[in-house]
């Protein structure tokens, strides 16, 4: 089975940066699109990015857009969130997600969908 779990997380002031990373095993991740979610307390998960299979299409949301870049390493089964000119807004915990796809770019925005696997999510906070 497919499991996924995610690092990289941690305490930065604003404007400062982290990496996060995803990483699969039980099987290759070639074959999954893979979407970032997070989430604060008390509030609904909320979808951030997600990459195609071979990393060839990204998207991103509004409020990350020009700061956040996801990527990922086939060979090493890892996809990357790096986040730069982090602010207090970004503070949630960081999900990532898999998808199998078979012929097209497929990205899943909606939290509640069938997943192959979730990560435990790995904790970033953006305080001064």
């Known amino acids: 089975q497919l499991q996924l779990v995610e690092s990289g997380g941690g305490l930065v002031q604003p404007g400062g940066s982290l990496r996060l990373n995803c990483v699969a095993s039980g099987i290759t991740l070639d074959n999954h699109a893979v979407t970032w979610f997070r989430q604060a307390p008390g509030k609904e998960r909320e979808w951030v990015s997600c990459?195609?299979?071979?990393?060839?299409?990204?998207n991103y949301h509004d409020s990350v857009r020009g700061r956040f870049t996801i990527s990922r390493d086939n060979a090493k089964n890892t996809i990357y969130l790096q986040m730069n000119n982090l602010s207090p807004e970004d503070t949630a915990t960081y999900y990532c997600?898999?998808?199998?796809?078979?012929?097209?770019?497929?990205?899943?925005?909606?939290?509640?969908?069938?997943?192959?696997?979730w990560g435990q999510g790995t904790q970033v906070t953006v305080s001064s």
């Open positions: 997600a898999a998808i199998r796809v078979y012929n097209h770019f497929l990205c899943v925005r909606n939290s509640s969908y069938n997943f192959a696997s």
């Open positions: 990459v195609s299979r071979s990393g060839r299409i990204t």
